[in-house]
């Protein structure tokens, strides 16, 4: 008893000093709690302070949307011009500006916009702002720590952007998140369409396995400092992100690929809203399913860089074609016949060189006169084109959404897209990976197409696998390609125009400039119903 009254004796000194120890570290914790909240909330006022010393006067009623790249052929693009047509249709009296990169009148974006997209906007209801500095975003003038350099070149962009004209709702659909404090300091309310994040859970992963990519080269891959090193710093980096991203008020994405993302980086209560980007499904759902196939093609939609791997399309059409051998006259004769039309757009000449670099390719694997590059062509030239093509290649890892897939499938066109990202998840998404047949020559025959209830294209990873799909689709017989390409249709118009406009107007309407009285949420809902 006597040892027992002893070691209570001595371990009452010890839970006491171990509970004011707790103590006291919380209130540490707190205290030091508090004064970084203050430092920051401090730093915060004083800068808002300053930009409103240093920018113009805040253009009250006016919109703007950042996004330098606004004549490009892509993706991006197309959300641009949909969303300030939507805005031009359904806010007549809000003033709109574009911030973009070069001194072109206001008409001759309209007129791009028309010629690549067959969308109509307003140029008479649209501010075109020559924003200073934009080629400072180019990833070519960091060849080390890219991110970081591209990310403070984006706020030194977007200041002078704001010092040209400083509106009320400022909109980024370009993806430079970096910008966001600086435009909320400045009193702008932020909306964004993310179309990719800057820094992705996925790419963290890649470098933790070592995996080379376009992202990870393969001097750092095989090398576990260099691995480590980056590693850190995509992590510092990551971290970085999620707490600029947390600035924007109303937070769009393009996927549910996207939505993962940005949901796990950003730091924010609210889950992003996912609104699909906006394809042209009414004018491509006019052309013909039923193909007079005057010629054999496949087609691929893709601006030319680097991460959409057009290479792996060349390989997989010339192992297609290298098999030709091995089946029927008439399948053989197919492959033979088979060409490959690859049209997109080039932003510089680094993109005209990846073209260049990709004909010596066709060269060299004996395919050159199969193989056709179609460069910044005209919109009403690719209608055409996708109008007479039986199949769509797709061979972007990771893509966030696809819009090229979904017009393959509203054209009529069956898709071979690789079974990452949007594609998988949404688009052609549903059957995990497709049963693609084994590489010839064991195989039997052709023509095992499953039920069009289940497939609407092909998913693919390897490229065995898209040289198999390639043979099967193109020497698929007439009646099961219509039956594929006519479900395919009717689901890809769900990613219509309209759809993409209602989402985007109901998103935005919360933060939109409103007349006294009402709210721009109130605006909408009286014009949608």
């Not at 690929?257 to 950003?266: F, V």
């Not at 990846?354 to 193989?371: N, S, Y």
């Not at 897939?405 to 069956?414: H, L, R, S």
């Not at 084994?438 to 497939?455: A, E, F, L, Q």
């Amino acid at each position: 008893m006597a040892i027992v009254s002893l070691f209570l004796l001595l371990l009452l000194p010890a839970c006491v000093s171990a509970l004011l120890g707790m103590v006291i570290g919380l209130v540490n914790t707190l205290i030091l709690g508090i004064v970084i909240f203050a430092i920051v909330a401090t730093a915060a006022l004083v800068g808002r302070l300053v930009l409103r010393v240093l920018l113009s006067e805040q253009r009250k009623g006016c919109v703007a949307f950042f996004h330098p790249n606004a004549t490009g052929g892509g993706g991006g693009e197309r959300v641009l011009w949909c969303a300030i047509k939507a805005m031009q249709e359904e806010f007549p009296s809000v003033e709109l500006v574009l911030y973009v990169d070069g001194a072109s009148e206001r008409k001759e974006y309209c007129a791009s916009a028309r010629e690549r997209f067959n969308i109509d906007v307003q140029a008479s209801r649209l501010k075109v702002v020559d924003v200073e500095g934009c080629h400072l975003l180019q990833p070519e003038l960091y060849p080390s720590f890219t991110l970081v350099g591209q990310a403070w070149a984006s706020v030194q962009v977007a200041y002078n952007a704001l010092w040209e004209l400083n509106p009320e709702v400022f909109v980024d659909t370009s993806g430079w998140a970096f910008m966001y404090p600086l435009a909320r300091l400045a009193g702008c309310r932020v909306a964004c369409y993310t179309h990719y994040p800057t820094i992705s859970t996925d790419m963290l992963t890649r470098v933790y396995n070592r995996e080379s990519l376009y992202n990870n080269s393969a001097q750092i891959a095989s090398s576990l400092p260099k691995s480590l090193a980056k590693l850190m710093y995509y992590y510092a980096f990551a971290l970085a992100y999620g707490l600029a991203g947390s600035f924007a008020q109303v937070v769009m994405v393009n996927s549910s690929w996207t939505n993962d993302h940005i949901a796990a980086l950003w730091w924010r209560l609210k889950p992003p809203l996912t609104v699909y980007p906006p394809c042209d499904t009414t004018t491509l759902q006019k052309l013909p399913l039923d193909r007079k196939l005057k010629r054999l093609y496949l087609v691929s939609v893709a601006q030319f860089r680097p991460e959409k791997n057009h290479e792996m399309q060349l390989v997989a059409f010339a192992h297609a074609r290298a098999n030709a051998a091995h089946f029927s006259h008439a399948m053989g004769e197919a492959l033979n016949v088979a060409q490959l039309i690859s049209v997109g757009s080039c932003r510089n000449q680094a993109d005209r060189d990846r073209v260049a670099k990709l004909q010596h390719t066709a060269r060299r694997l004996g395919i050159e006169d199969r193989v056709q590059f179609c460069v910044n062509i005209p919109y009403a030239e690719l209608q055409t084109l996708l109008g007479g093509a039986v199949g769509g290649l797709h061979t972007m890892v990771d893509e966030h959404f696809g819009i090229s897939v979904v017009e393959y499938m509203a054209a009529g066109v069956i898709p071979i897209a690789h079974n990452s990202g949007g594609p998988r998840q949404d688009i052609v998404g549903g059957e995990h990976r497709s049963e693609l047949l084994p590489t010839p020559p064991t195989v039997p025959h052709m023509h095992r197409v499953p039920s069009p209830d289940t497939r609407v294209g092909y998913l693919c990873t390897s490229m065995e696998e898209y040289a198999a799909a390639i043979v099967e689709v193109l020497c698929m017989d007439q009646s099961a390609r219509l039956e594929i390409a006519d479900v395919a249709r009717r689901k890809a118009a769900h990613f219509s125009d309209e759809n993409f406009a209602r989402g985007f107007l109901s998103a935005l309407a919360t933060i939109l400039p409103s007349s006294p009285g009402q709210t721009g949420s109130n605006v909408l809902q009286s014009k949608l119903s």
